[in-house]
């Protein structure tokens, strides 16, 4: 058993039978046609193309379990691998995600957060951004409707933004199960990080996400050594359309330049403020040339842009992959490639593979989200003094999952008999990032 299926993305045996791989081959050189493309649209277009990306065309890409698991009557980490195997065995689907797992315990301590924080003098807005198949969407209602004062759960309104439409329709079945919530719950089937699709909202409101930034596309610098200076990623066909390759030019793209300007990458290839081109790291980059390769989350920093400005006063609830096992794709903050075919899982060693029929997901680099959180209010300006910041500072805190768990859920419930808690004890490549505006603008 993989680190990895100790972790989240629970792969069952049964789940590529949809998959036609004539389709798939023939999709890979589609996603790029005649022109070349960004990683990052590449990316998008393997995963979300309508017809043929990995969640569209899977209605189990995201796993349902028919009933909570009862983790109290299970005596410790054996019996609880047992019982998930079966559970796989008998369900067409790719994974199950913590949330799933662990319903209702892990919505509700989501739920609790909201509730210890939020303004509760005001209608309660909750967006959820990627919902997978509306398992947090109705446990957090549940958990409101159960445990606040009443006028809080019928003024509330959650609204949930889902770019897969087999998935949309998946949520409203799912808070569809409790009939008051129906009027409180409304689904928008589109892509968050669309500024169209927003307007401006000017009310406190919550943003919740859980494992979307993962698989938001990201974009690939690269350079030919130590001290060269980093070039854009780019996908084309080969002549004869048989492969796709890469294609390296000089930095041009504004959503690259921008987290390259976060992350303090300067674009001749040096660390902002470092030594800059000294001898003897050009004759030692001579003499021994390192290629390298940096994977920039582009895709989180435009949507926290876009929720930025459409939602100035968010507070956001976000928990991903920190850290991934066994990646075998180059680069730092590297992507897990992984496809299941006739019951067995295989992780590629290149990104091109994907066409379709694999999960391409990323570990999230919190520090970099913070920053780029910072970025998108307005507060983080890099490279100027702080006297120009515009922006109102934001409170963030980022809390390994058992943290969070133990602090707004209730661990208790998630305990076998011997006390062994998985979701507090396999989760440890996960963690919680939350962020709230404050009036401070010092
Ligand atoms: C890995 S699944 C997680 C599902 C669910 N949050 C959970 O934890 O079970 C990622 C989800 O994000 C959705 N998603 C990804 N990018 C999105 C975007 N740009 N806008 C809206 N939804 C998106 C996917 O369709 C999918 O529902």
Redesign the pocket.
């Known amino acids: 058993m993989t680190n990895r299926f100790a972790s989240s ?1 629970l792969y069952s045996s049964l789940f590529s039978s949809k998959v036609n791989p004539f389709s798939a081959a023939c999709f890979s050189t589609h996603i790029v046609g005649e022109s070349p493309v960004l990683v990052r649209d590449f990316i998008h277009a393997a ?2 193309d309508p017809e043929h990306g990995y ?2 065309q899977r209605s189990g ?3 349902v379990l028919d009933r909570s698991i009862k983790f109290n009557q299970l005596e410790g980490r054996k019996a609880y691998m047992k019982h998930l195997d079966a559970i796989y065995k008998q369900s067409d689907t790719s ?6 797992l662990f319903k209702p315990w892990y919505a509700h301590g989501i739920a609790e957060a909201i509730m210890r924080t939020a303004n509760l003098s005001v209608p309660l807005k909750i967006y ?6 509306g ?2 969407a109705k446990g957090v209602m549940d958990y409101i409707k159960l445990n606040a004062p009443t006028r809080v759960y019928e003024n509330m309104s959650y609204i949930s ?4 439409s087999s ?1 949309a329709k998946k949520q409203l079945e799912t808070v569809g199960a409790v009939d008051s919530h129906l009027a409180k719950f409304r689904v928008e089937c ?5 500024a169209n699709g927003w307007g401006l909202e000017q009310q406190p409101c919550w943003v ?5 930034l ?3 596309p990201h974009d690939l610098i690269y350079s030919k050594d130590q001290v060269s200076s980093w070039m854009e990623v780019w996908v084309e066909n080969k002549h004869d359309r048989s492969a796709l390759s890469e294609l390296y030019k000089p930095l041009e793209d504004p959503l690259i330049a921008s987290c390259m300007e976060i992350l303090n990458l300067a674009k001749d290839g040096t660390t902002v403020g470092s030594m800059a081109g000294s001898v003897a790291k050009n004759i030692w980059a001579k003499v021994f040339p390192r290629p390298r390769r940096c994977w920039l989350p582009t ?1 989180c920093l435009k ?1 926290l842009q876009v929720l930025h400005g459409a939602l100035p006063k968010m507070s956001l609830i976000a ?1 991903d992959f920190s850290y991934l096992p066994d990646v075998r794709i180059p680069g730092e903050r590297a992507p897990l490639v992984a496809s299941k075919k006739d019951g067995n899982s295989s992780d590629h060693s290149s990104y091109l593979d994907a066409k379709g029929d694999a ?1 391409i ?1 990323f570990p999230t680099d919190f520090w970099l989200l913070e920053r780029i959180d910072h970025y998108c209010s307005g507060w983080l300006k890099p490279h100027e003094d702080n006297s120009s910041k515009k922006g109102k500072k934001r409170r963030t805190l980022t809390l390994d999952t058992s943290s969070f768990m133990e602090e707004f859920g209730l661990p208790s419930k998630t305990r076998t008999k011997d006390g062994y808690n998985p979701m507090l004890d396999d989760f440890k490549n996960t963690k919680f990032y939350l962020s709230v505006p404050t009036h401070n603008i010092k």
């Open positions: 993305k995963l979300y969640f569209s890409s995201v796993g994974w199950f995600t913590p949330v799933e959820e951004i990627g919902g997978g198949s398992t947090c933004v889902e770019i897969s998935l589109r892509d968050a990080a669309d919740i996400m859980l494992e979307v993962d698989n938001l895709g949507l928990s999960d997901f």
